[in-house]
């Protein structure tokens, strides 16, 4: 990496959401700054980079797409075995990506699993087998192989950390496609060991969703979720080309990059936010006021739940969070309004309770902890409650997403969660490019979809260990202080807060939400196509 460098600066008129409801709008216009994380410039030889401006920040990329396949050789240089090592939500995806990406060059990608592990049958099924040495034991796998992508559960890296150091070549590169494990040896004062590489390249997606988009976009010039990249040791000089290559191979549309730390706050944090935990608690916590509002179950999933996954997330989508607040005139703007400015606070207030925990290491020590009580404590389902139940039924009936709601209170909640997590992001000197795809883009592209067309189970049990846990850890508080703080709030007449909205209307966040939107997939998700990777279903 050349050492020219990139930083993110926010000032605190950017941060007026998060701070707007205890300082005042007139707090905005000092000239306080943040010093984000400072990143250096992308360096490749094989790949090309381009300079993004975003809300006043500049940022690099690369682009994907199917036309840079025949480069990957190249990136890959010195590689002839890529060990893909798991089989979670991750690895099925990641590792046919790779295949059917490396394809003609030479490159073997083999998975490894534990000795008797149930998945050999799941690999076999999709074309890895021990007979032409595309599937083996794990550890046997590490000792042979030059790219060993680490994608087994959290909690199991945490425990096997020292026996998987100990395989690995030395001059090999580890990947990680999350930062989870660094925050376990930092947590514990280790580190990993010096002649490897180290990267990370972190899909902003659930593993199907990975694969499913690649499969999509074959006719297209490639479709896929896009992906951070960070290179945390660079024994041999290189492992950026190498996280590059591994992240285009993946069908990624644009990559940005990031640190390793900076990856497992951002990541833990989101999922256990807007991407999986908060949205649980928000769905549960309107319906429930929507009935007693006196609207039947049915219209209550509609507005609650439908009006997230369809009209709301999809504008937000192709047209940016504030296209959503166009919609409305009149009562409607109102209504979001109130919402937003009730919510806005108490979804903070957990946001930053959560940003905390992660960034402490207790977020990551309780995983770590609940994995040694599986044995007595099996992960418990979620969408058995009556929402849910209802949700079935209005899904049944559906016809058409055009007929679904676009509610403004619904949308003022939501809103507000999600302007709340982007905030607390850049107050902890995020990128734009992280705070946009983990706060927005993975939210609305890779998991509401899957909300949407199966409920709330089909969306969180199909993501890794450690964010199934952290979804149904932090719901109930979201749920809780929706309930008791922003619906009593509004439900005693409290008005809208005009410089919460000044600062919503005015966000910088807006325009990298807009500018990321023309970087997206020309395909969009669809959850019940044929593909060649499996959900869990009816966990």
Avoid at 26 to 48: N, P
Avoid at 200 to 229: H, T, W
Wanted: net charge negative.
């Amino acid at each position: 990496m050349a050492r020219t460098q990139l930083a993110t600066v926010v000032t605190l008129g950017v941060l007026l959401g998060c701070s707007g409801f205890r300082l005042g709008a007139h707090a905005a216009k000092k000239s306080w700054r943040l010093q984000a994380s400072t990143l250096d410039r992308i360096e490749t030889s094989v790949f090309k980079t381009e300079d993004l401006s975003l809300s006043g920040t500049q940022e690099q990329i690369v682009r994907g797409g199917r036309d840079l396949f025949p480069l990957l050789k190249d990136a890959f240089s010195g590689i002839e075995k890529i060990g893909v090592i798991g089989w979670g939500s991750q690895a099925p995806a990641q590792a046919q990506n790779l295949r059917d990406s490396l394809e003609g060059t030479g490159i073997k990608v083999k998975i490894g699993l534990r000795e008797g592990s149930r998945s050999f049958e799941s690999a076999r099924s999709v074309g890895f087998n021990e007979e032409d040495d595309t599937l083996g034991e794990m550890f046997a796998t590490i000792k042979e192989s030059d790219l060993v992508i680490l994608l087994i559960s959290d909690a199991a890296q945490a425990k096997t950390y020292k026996e998987i150091f100990d395989a690995m070549k030395s001059g090999a590169t580890l990947g990680l496609s999350h930062g989870f494990l660094l925050g376990y040896l930092d947590s514990i004062g280790e580190d990993f060991p010096e002649d490897i590489n180290v990267i990370a390249v972190c899909p902003k997606g659930m593993g199907p969703s990975v694969r499913r988009l690649y499969e999509q976009g074959k006719d297209v010039n490639g479709a896929g979720i896009n992906s951070s990249f960070a290179v945390h040791k660079n024994a041999n000089g290189r492992a950026g080309e190498i996280a590059l290559g591994w992240a285009v191979a993946l069908g990624s549309p644009f990559v940005f990059q990031t640190t390793m730390r900076d990856e497992y706050k951002s990541d833990i944090y989101g999922e256990r936010g807007i991407l999986l935990g908060a949205v649980h608690g928000i769905v549960e916590a309107l319906f429930r006021r929507y009935i007693r509002d006196g609207m039947s179950p049915e219209d209550a999933f509609k507005h609650s739940a439908e009006s997230i996954t369809g009209q709301i997330t999809k504008t937000i989508s192709t047209e940016g969070i504030l296209a959503v607040y166009e919609k409305f005139s009149g009562d409607d703007k109102v209504a979001f309004q109130k919402a937003y400015s009730h919510a806005y606070g108490p979804a903070r207030d957990v946001l930053q309770e959560i940003y905390d925990e992660v960034a402490s290491g207790n977020e990551i020590r309780s995983v770590v902890m609940h994995g040694d009580r599986f044995a007595d404590f099996p992960m418990g389902k979620i969408g058995e409650t009556y929402t849910w139940k209802v949700g079935e039924k209005v899904r049944a009936a559906r016809t058409s997403d055009a007929d679904i709601p676009l509610n403004p209170f619904t949308a003022g909640v939501y809103v507000a969660t999600m302007m709340a997590q982007i905030d607390v992001l850049l107050k902890g000197g995020h990128s734009y490019s992280e705070c946009v795809n983990e706060s927005v883009i993975e939210a609305v592209d890779s998991l509401c979809p899957y909300m949407h067309a199966k409920g709330i189970s089909h969306m969180v049990d199909n993501c890794s260990t450690t964010a199934r846990l952290g979804s149904r850890k932090w719901a109930p508080r979201f749920d809780y202080m929706i309930e008791q703080q922003a619906f009593v709030a509004i439900d005693n007449g409290e008005g809208v807060k005009a410089d919460l909205i000044e600062a919503f209307e005015n966000h910088s966040v807006h325009k990298a939400v807009v500018e990321c939107c023309k970087l997206r997939p020309p395909v969009d998700i669809s959850v019940t196509a044929e593909s060649s990777v499996k959900e869990r279903e009816n966990i």
